[in-house]
């Protein structure tokens, strides 16, 4: 999508339109256009109408959060003259259910979950922030593409400086489980530190020195 300058440019354009997922209307909600120079603009979701106001001229990408669905990537409309554009936004009606357990089979209770669509984008909590599993090890997110997904779950996901715990998968979940809401299980194990410290043959540490492990 070419940016464009909106710089002194004119915000006389507006945005109107009706949320929908799947057949219904959206109850409630928020709904965020952002512009080329990072500028945002919001709309609360009521009983499934939102309107955009002082947009200008040009591509915005619309990012929305509804009651009881999580956040999604992106979608953008081109606003093409001054005066209320409609369009409504469609939401997809796909779900997602997950279970994370360990090697015994047991519910992992936290563990981060984040989904990549190719039409969505990433798909988080919030920027940034991935989704936490119940303390059964369960999610359920619904209002996702009906497409080939890809999940990430894991410590990976943790905040810079939390324990590992357990590694990082990373799975592809087909269509049609999307379209049902098959229960996914994901099993993780647990996650292998390695400390090495390298010594003379008289146990004096050498400071500088590398080493290497090799699968033999």
């Given amino acids: ?15 109107a339109g009706e949320v929908y997922f799947g057949e219904q209307k959206a109850r409630a909600g928020r709904i965020t256009a952002t512009l080329a120079d990072g500028t945002r603009v919001t709309s609360d979701v009521l009983t499934g109408k939102f309107l955009l106001e002082s947009l200008p001229i040009g591509v915005v990408t619309l990012r929305w959060r509804l009651e009881g669905l999580p956040t999604f990537g992106f979608q953008r409309v081109e606003i093409e ?4 554009t409609r369009h409504d936004v469609h939401v997809p009606n796909g779900t997602l ?5 360990d090697g015994n089979g047991s519910g992992i209770p936290g563990c981060p979950v984040r989904v990549e669509s190719a039409s969505s984008g990433v798909i988080e909590s919030g920027p940034g922030v991935p989704f936490y599993c119940d303390p059964t090890g369960a999610l359920s997110l619904s209002g996702l593409p009906i497409e080939q997904l890809t999940v990430v779950v894991g410590s990976a996901l943790m905040p810079a400086g939390s324990r590992p715990g357990f590694e990082t998968k990373r799975i592809s979940v ?3 489980s999307v379209r049902s809401g098959t229960i996914v299980e994901v099993a993780l194990g647990r996650a292998t530190q390695l400390h090495m410290r390298v010594v003379d043959k008289h146990g004096e540490p050498i400071v500088g020195a590398s080493g290497f492990l090799f699968d033999v």
């Fill in 81 to 84: 003259s001054p005066g209320i």
């Fill in 1 to 15: 999508v070419e940016e464009f300058e909106i710089r002194g440019q004119s915000r006389s354009a507006s945005l």
């Fill in 174 to 176: 087909w269509p049609e």
């Fill in 97 to 101: 259910e997950l279970r994370v357990v």
